[in-house]
């Protein structure tokens, strides 16, 4: 057998090396220059792409740098980041009937029905009549229990208590009756049925939220309410934060009852209108007011009397500033935060437990401002004042993209604050259905403790 080495000749795998030509020392200086052109021009062309894109103040697109999600144009139309949310929405929801369950006309309309919806779709609650209203018109939603992803549940229980159609008992006795009648409530131990509670008691208006909705899907603006109770009823990993209800007159795609005025011509750098109730941020704000009264305005306003505000009198006083402070009151969210985007004021949030909707998909850092509580004086105003008109109209200009997603609107439109929450409730949908409550077979159908099978569930049921 021949070696594998007697060769004296190098042998050549090259699928052409019949064509080969050695390699000389003129072959090698050229290869290196190749390489080091191509890098030059690689970092050339890299450094002018990152320049060229570059997110200026007055041109910044509203997307995370540090991630694709964000708010991305086309066509004017905003579109949704496709990273956790999928490419469509494809979800089904089902709204429950006001005459398909005992009780929950009484959620809706107090004791006697003498509460009126059109009374409840005004202030800052009216959200939680918008949302039932417009998802019973919604393209998402479905008439077939048995195809719903989620379940809707109405109820105007904030309006209605204000209002005194029922009081804080017959609220809780009358949610515990209502779910006892829900047969997919119990399958799934409320994790696919959605409450909206629009105040700042977030779902604390239901006393017994803690045993009955603790794991359902609860809509508020308030997400933090240690402060009164020992628990917050907000869990950042199920529940929402939505908008506050900003009055349909400043939201209007035409004319707004009241116009911006031009950064140059307004009169304040800051103001502040609310009540002090008793709050530290507050009262510093008033005293800070009559330190500096040409630079923060904080009028003593009235609700009730002769000198009270009228809508169109306190955005009127809204927009004669270049920063609205928006501080804690008797919960952490505040309505003038969302106001503030419509009058076209920087928003100064001064309540450092806030939480804000849509947080994956706007950069609240691009078109507000979060200032420490604890700071509040002369300090704030300093600030603010340091910062120029040019980078004050490039915050409004980046507000004026993203306000349209605090507009209660119909999901139908490019973009609403009702698109934003269906996008957020298809994160939240789960297919497989479990509660300590529903059991499951070899065959693939689900049954109670007694074994009998979802379709022979009556109420009133006992609830998990």
């Given amino acids: ?11 050549n795998f090259g699928a052409y090396s019949h064509y080969a030509t050695p390699c000389t020392r003129t072959h090698q200086i050229g290869a290196l220059f190749l390489v080091v052109s191509t890098f030059f021009v690689t970092r050339l062309f890299d450094q002018w792409f990152s320049e060229s894109n570059s997110l200026t103040p007055a041109t910044i697109d509203l997307r995370r740098a540090s991630s694709n999600a964000g708010i991305t144009t086309d066509n004017g139309i905003l579109m949704w980041p496709e990273r956790g949310y999928g490419s469509h929405l494809s979800l089904k929801i089902y709204v429950y009937d006001e005459n398909e369950i005992d009780g929950l006309k009484e959620l809706l309309y107090g004791r006697d029905g003498s509460v009126k919806t059109t009374a409840c779709l005004k202030g800052q609650w009216g959200s939680q009549v918008k949302i039932h209203k417009l998802l019973l018109e919604s393209n998402f939603r479905t008439i077939k229990k048995d195809e719903a992803d989620l379940f809707f549940v109405p109820a105007y229980v904030k309006c209605v208590r204000m209002l005194g159609g029922l009081n804080d008992k017959e609220i809780n006795q009358t949610y515990v009756k209502v779910l006892s009648q829900m047969p997919y409530f119990r399958r799934s131990g409320g994790r696919d049925h959605i409450f909206v509670f629009p105040s700042g008691a977030g779902a604390h208006l239901f006393r017994s939220w803690s045993t009955f909705i603790n794991r359902s899907i609860i809509l508020t603006p308030e997400a933090d309410r240690t402060d009164k109770k020992d628990t917050t009823a907000f869990n950042t990993w199920k529940d929402i934060i939505i908008p506050g209800n ?10 707004p009852d009241v116009q911006p005025l031009p ?5 304040y750098l800051a103001n502040y209108l609310g009540r002090a109730q ?14 500096y009264p040409d630079k923060l305005e904080c009028p003593d306003l ?22 609205c402070l928006a501080p804690r009151g008797e919960s952490s969210w505040t309505l003038r935060f969302y106001e503030s985007f419509f009058v076209e004021c920087v928003p100064v949030l ?13 950069d609240y850092a691009q078109v507000s401002i979060k200032w420490p509580s604890t700071r509040i004086g002369t300090e704030l105003l300093d600030y603010l004042a340091s910062i120029s008109d040019r980078d004050i109209e490039g915050m409004i200009s980046r507000g004026r993209k993203i306000r349209c997603l605090f507009v209660y609107g119909p999901d139908s439109a490019p973009c609403s604050a009702v698109k934003g929450i269906l996008w957020e409730l298809q994160r939240k949908v789960r297919h497989f259905q479990q509660s300590i409550e529903t059991f499951w077979l ?3 159908s689900f049954v109670n403790r007694e074994l009998v099978q979802f379709s022979g569930w009556k109420p009133p049921m006992p609830l998990p």
């Fill in 278 to 291: 008793g709050k530290a941020g507050r009262l510093k704000l008033i005293e800070l007011s009559k330190q």
């Fill in 246 to 255: 900003v009055d349909d007159a400043m939201t209007k795609n035409g004319q």
């Fill in 350 to 362: 001064l309540s450092d437990h806030a939480e804000l909707p849509f947080q994956n998909v706007i």
């Fill in 442 to 444: 070899h065959n693939g």
């Fill in 302 to 323: 009235k609700f009730s009397g002769t000198e009270k505000f009228g809508r169109t009198t306190y955005f009127e006083h809204l927009r004669n500033a270049k920063f």
């Fill in 263 to 267: 950064v140059s011509k307004r009169k």
């Fill in 1 to 11: 057998m021949a070696s594998l080495t007697s060769s004296s000749k190098p042998r």
